[in-house]
């Protein structure tokens, strides 16, 4: 019978089994270059991201730290929306350096986000502060909430 050592906070080696399998395949696929879901540090795809809604719109949010606003690209078809990119990671290479921990990753990114409901297009405003991005994507007319009047009769 198999025994695994489950995930304990602040425990260095103590891994569960799907941790570990994360990990190799996160490993083999970035050798390969192929694209990597996971990060070194295994805390989840990349960029995260929130959407929440307000009256009018909807916004999405994501965390892109170290990541010029230029290497961005946001694109809406339908209900869509794809942030991709590219994350570049600059490292010494003075003689004599070397590294000894590499958690941060580069390379490119992509990431789309299924919208509730179709936007108008025409409208959309994308800003970047501080590593996060920020997409307002202001509903289409027919989807905003309508105030409907009651008659008397």
């Known amino acids: 019978m198999a025994q695994y050592t ?12 799907l941790d ?3 990990r190799e395949m996160d490993f083999a696929l970035g050798r390969f270059g192929g694209p990597s879901t996971y990060s070194a540090a ?7 991201v929130n959407l929440h809604e307000t009256e009018d719109s909807y916004v999405v949010s ?3 730290p170290g990541v010029d606003p230029s290497d961005i690209d946001v694109s809406l078809e339908g209900t869509t929306l794809t942030l991709t990119g590219q994350r570049k990671i ?10 000894h921990r ?11 986000v ?6 108008e297009v025409d409208k959309v405003e ?28």
């Open 6 to 17: 489950l995930y304990r906070p602040g425990a260095a080696d103590a891994w569960g089994p």
């Open 42 to 48: 295994g805390r989840g795809i990349y960029p995260a």
């Open 114 to 119: 299924q919208l509730p409901a179709e936007i």
């Open 90 to 99: 600059e490292y010494p290479t003075q003689d004599g350096s070397s590294l």
């Open 62 to 64: 994501a965390e892109v």
């Open 126 to 153: 994308a800003a970047y502060r501080n590593g996060v991005l920020m997409v307002r994507l202001p509903k289409s007319p027919e989807h905003k909430p309508r105030q409907i009047s009651v008659q008397a009769s």
């Open 102 to 112: 590499r958690e941060r990753q580069s390379g490119s990114f992509r990431r789309a």
């Open 20 to 22: 570990q399998l994360r």
